[in-house]
């Protein structure tokens, strides 16, 4: 069964760093896109960034542009969430999620998510 | 780019039909036939349901159903079982600028 697993959040100040990891098995990780969505306690899912499979093309929401940055490493089938500069409004629960072998604008698998809180 | 807007709760018996709603604007939803759902009960990771509109991935019952006209797509649950009380939420591919824009998510209550 293919599977993601996050890991890498916990808490941090505002202003500080942290950076996610997304680990893929029993999937051809370096054939598909991958994503970031976030979800703020109580409340909706929001897309955050994606990468292509090679690692070429790269796109953000415009709330974490210039202070986030996704990453990939396919020979350890593994996806990165660089996140600088945080802030309280980036409080959330961070899955990865890839539309898999559908290879379409879909999210058909999730990670069980990796719960991220900036706060002093 | 704001959310797609939902419904912010939907109830029914068991038994019956609900229909969720997810309006957008010609930028994403009426624009292109790129409408996923998806299915998240407390705690647990989302669970697509539909995509492309109206394609439902192996596994997931002939229950679920999308559909979309105009700037609006609708997610319909028949048959209603306890097990479908959870959170529901549209998402839409929006263009080259935005990507993504997910709805605002509407809870199933089953009577």
């Known amino acids: 069964e293919m599977q993601l697993v996050e890991s890498g959040g916990g808490l941090v100040q505002p202003g500080g760093s942290l950076r996610l990891s997304c680990a893929a098995s029993e999937f051809t990780f370096s054939s598909y896109w991958m994503h970031w969505v976030r979800q703020a306690p109580g409340k909706g899912l929001v897309w955050v960034s994606r990468m292509n499979s090679d690692g070429s093309t790269t796109n953000y929401a415009d709330s974490v542009k210039g202070r986030f940055t996704i990453s990939r490493d396919n020979a350890r089938n593994t996806l990165y969430l660089q996140m600088n500069s945080l802030r309280a409004e980036d409080t959330a629960v961070y899955y990865c999620a890839s539309p898999g072998v559908r290879d379409g604008y879909n999210f058909d698998i999730w990670g069980q998510g990796t719960m991220v809180t900036v706060s002093s | ?111």
């Open chain 2, 1 to 111: 780019q704001s959310a797609l807007t939902q419904p912010r709760s939907v109830s029914g018996s068991p038994g019956q039909s609900v229909a969720i709603s997810c309006t957008g604007t010609s930028s994403d939803v009426g624009g292109n036939n790129l409408v996923s759902w998806y299915q998240q009960h407390p705690g647990k990771a989302p669970k697509l349901i539909i995509y492309d509109v109206t394609k439902r991935p192996s596994g997931v019952p002939d229950r679920f159903s999308g559909s979309k006209s105009g700037n609006t797509a609708s997610l319909t649950i028949s048959g209603l079982l306890a097990g479908d009380e959870a959170d529901y939420y549209c998402c839409s591919y929006a263009g080259s600028n935005t990507f993504y824009v997910f709805g605002t998510g509407t809870t199933v209550t089953v009577l």
